[in-house]
C-alpha cells in the first residue's frame, strides 16, 4: 500500500502596481481589478498608495512594509520575503506603490527576489504624477516653446549642466528641503533666479495646493508656507508655466478646496460625496441619526405579506431608507421584485425612484412639482370605486414620520394602513474637534438633506457658524433650518441629493465670478467675513 501524496496548495501570486499620483479615479482598470481580487495588499507607510488602500480594499490584509518590529527600515530584500512569504501561502498579493510604480521606486530587488523564489509576478504602471500633477496644476508640459522635458529626482544628487537651457522642462520630485537645495543648483547652473516654478502639493486630489514663486525664492516660499505644502511635492520649470493662468482647470472647481459638511448617515452619504469631490470639495461625513428596525416587527411583517396576497392597491416609497426596509423584509422571507406584479408603486423623489429602479422596479408615481410628502399627496389620484379594484395603501415610513401624507390620503377615499418600517434614532455627537469646526466657521457648506438631519445635527453637534453656507434639498427642510436659526443660502430645485450638490456648485461659481469681477481674490466661505456673504438663491 503506498501512502497518499498530500496535495500540494496552489502558488499565489504577486503584482507589482502603481497606484497613481492620488486621485483614486486615476487607478487603471487592471489596478483596479486587481486590488478587487487581492488578498494581501503590500504598502508603504504615509504613501499615497497606503491612503488609496484604506479607502478601496475592504476585508484585506493591509502590511505596512516600512518598518521591522525593531523599528528599523525594511531593506527591500525584507520587504521581497514579505512578498514570496505571502504568494508561497497561495495568497493573491499586491505590492501597492505609489505614482507609476516603477520610476524611482527600487522595486527590482523584489521583483529579483520573486523571480528567484519561483513566486510568478506581473507589472501594472500607474499613471506618473511627474506627467499627471503638472496637467492638474495647470502647466502641461509640452507647449511649442518646450524643447525637452526631464524628470529630476530631487531627493538625489543633481547634475543640473544639461538642465540649463530656458527652453527645457523640468519636473521636480522630491520633499521641500529637496526643492530648495535643486532650485539653488539650478540657479547656481545659470538658469535664471527670476525664472518661475510651479510647485505643487497633494496633488490631484482635492487637497491640492499649488504656489507660484521664482527660482530665487523657493526657500521663502515654502517657509511662508508652512504645512500647506510638505510631503511629496512636484516642481514644474519651463515654458508650460506661462501658460498656467489660462491652463488651470482642476483648482478653479466651483467648490475647490471646500470643506463640506455631510450631515447623513455613511450608508447614504456615497452619492453625495461622490459629486461634491467632483466639483472640488472635501467632504466630511458626520452621522447625525442611526437607521435601526422597529422595536416590534409585527406590523411590518403583516404589510409585507398582504403585499402577496393582495391587500394593496398601493404602496408609497418616502424615503431610500423605507425603500431598503421593505427590500430587507423581502430577502428575510425569500420574495423578490415580482412581488410587486399589480401594484402600483408610488415615490416621495429622484433618490427614492433610483433606489428602486435599482432592485427592478420602475415607480408609477412620482411627483413632477415639489418632491415631497405634499407634493407627492398633490398627485396622487382620489380613490375610484369603480376603476380601484382595492381601497387600501401600504406606507412603509419612519416612527417619526408626519400625518401629512396619511391624512390626505384618506382625505381622498383611501384607507391606510401607515406602517413603522424603521426607527431614526440621534446618533452620538461627533468628536470634538468636529463640533468646534462646526461652530467655529471652519466648514466651508453644509447641505442637508432633511428636516431630521438640521434637527439632529444642532442637537448633537450645535449651529453651524455664520459663514458657512447652508444648502438645503427642498422647501420643508430649509423651512426646518429658518426655524433653527439658519440662514438658508442654497436652496436645490428639486428633490436629489445630485440637485442639490449642483445647486451649491452653482452658488460656488457665482461666489468666485463676483470676487474676479470686483477685482478680488477668491476666497472660500471660511475665510470670508460674514457680512461679506452673498444674498440666499
Not at 360 to 379: C, F, N, R, T
Request: hydrophobic share 45%; proline share 7%; net charge negative.
Amino acid at each position: 500500500m503506498t501512502a497518499r501524496t498530500a496535495k500540494k496548495k496552489p502558488l499565489g501570486t504577486v503584482a507589482f502596481v502603481g497606484a497613481g499620483p492620488g486621485d483614486p479615479g486615476l487607478l487603471t482598470a487592471r489596478a483596479a481589478d486587481l486590488l478587487a481580487s487581492a488578498e494581501v495588499v503590500v504598502v508603504d507607510q504615509g504613501s499615497t498608495a497606503q491612503r488609496l488602500a484604506e479607502r478601496t480594499c475592504a476585508d484585506v490584509e493591509l502590511i505596512d512594509a516600512t518598518f521591522a518590529e525593531n523599528g528599523q527600515p525594511l531593506s527591500h530584500a525584507a520587504r521581497a520575503r514579505l512578498l514570496v512569504r505571502a504568494a508561497k501561502a497561495g495568497q493573491r498579493v499586491v505590492r501597492l506603490l505609489d505614482g507609476d510604480g516603477v520610476t524611482f521606486s527600487g522595486i527590482a530587488e523584489e521583483m529579483v527576489a520573486c523571480r528567484k523564489a519561483g513566486v510568478p509576478f506581473e507589472v501594472v504602471p500607474g499613471v506618473s504624477p511627474s506627467v499627471a500633477v503638472p496637467v492638474y496644476a495647470g502647466v502641461p508640459l509640452g507647449t511649442r516653446g518646450t524643447s525637452t522635458v526631464h524628470v529630476v529626482d530631487a531627493t538625489g544628487r543633481i547634475v543640473a549642466d544639461s538642465l540649463t537651457s530656458s527652453a527645457d522642462t523640468l519636473v521636480l520630485l522630491g520633499g521641500p528641503d529637496d526643492m530648495v537645495v535643486a532650485s539653488e543648483v539650478l540657479v547656481d547652473a545659470g538658469r535664471g533666479a527670476d525664472e518661475q516654478i510651479v510647485i505643487t502639493a497633494a496633488g490631484t486630489t482635492t487637497e491640492q495646493r499649488t504656489v507660484v514663486t521664482t527660482l530665487g525664492s523657493v526657500s521663502a516660499t515654502l517657509r511662508s508656507a508652512g504645512t500647506a505644502l510638505t510631503g511629496s511635492l512636484v516642481g514644474v520649470v519651463g515654458p508650460g508655466v506661462e501658460v498656467r493662468e489660462n491652463a488651470s482647470w482642476f483648482e478653479t472647481k466651483p467648490l475647490f478646496g471646500w470643506r463640506v459638511l455631510v450631515p447623513r448617515t455613511q450608508q447614504q452619504s456615497g452619492p453625495t460625496v461622490e459629486r461634491l469631490a467632483a466639483y472640488g470639495a472635501v467632504s466630511e461625513v458626520v452621522p447625525t441619526i442611526s437607521v435601526e428596525p422597529p422595536r416590534t416587527p409585527h406590523q411590518m411583517e403583516k404589510a409585507v405579506k398582504g403585499l402577496v396576497t393582495g391587500r394593496y392597491e398601493w404602496i408609497g416609497f418616502t424615503s431610500v431608507n423605507a425603500v431598503r426596509a421593505v427590500r430587507e423584509k423581502f430577502v428575510e422571507f425569500g420574495l423578490d421584485a415580482r412581488a410587486f406584479s399589480g401594484l402600483k408603486v408610488a415615490a416621495v423623489g429622484g433618490a427614492t425612484a433610483q433606489a428602486l429602479r435599482e432592485w427592478g422596479i420602475e415607480p408609477d408615481l412620482v411627483p413632477s412639482g415639489e418632491q415631497s410628502a405634499q407634493g407627492l399627496l398633490a398627485e396622487w389620484p382620489p380613490y375610484d370605486e369603480v376603476l380601484d379594484p382595492i381601497n387600501r395603501v401600504f406606507l412603509p415610513r419612519a416612527d417619526i414620520a408626519t400625518d401629512t401624507l396619511v391624512a390626505g390620503l384618506q382625505a381622498g377615499g383611501w384607507e391606510v394602513d401607515d406602517v413603522t418600517a424603521y426607527r431614526t434614532v440621534r446618533a452620538a455627537p461627533p468628536p470634538a474637534p468636529v463640533r468646534d469646526a462646526i461652530k467655529t466657521g471652519a466648514f466651508d457648506a453644509v447641505v442637508f438633506t432633511s428636516s431630521s438631519t438640521v434637527r439632529n445635527l444642532v442637537g448633537i453637534a450645535g449651529k453651524p457658524h455664520p459663514s458657512t453656507v447652508v444648502a438645503c434639498i427642498g422647501p420643508a427642510t430649509a423651512k426646518t433650518a429658518e426655524e433653527h436659526g439658519l440662514r438658508v443660502d442654497v436652496l436645490a430645485p428639486e428633490a436629489s441629493s445630485a440637485a442639490l450638490v449642483d445647486a451649491l456648485a452653482e452658488y460656488g461659481t457665482g461666489l468666485r465670478a463676483s470676487a474676479l469681477e470686483a477685482g478680488e481674490p477668491v476666497l472660500r466661505p471660511s475665510e470670508r467675513r460674514p457680512s461679506a456673504r452673498r444674498k440666499a438663491r
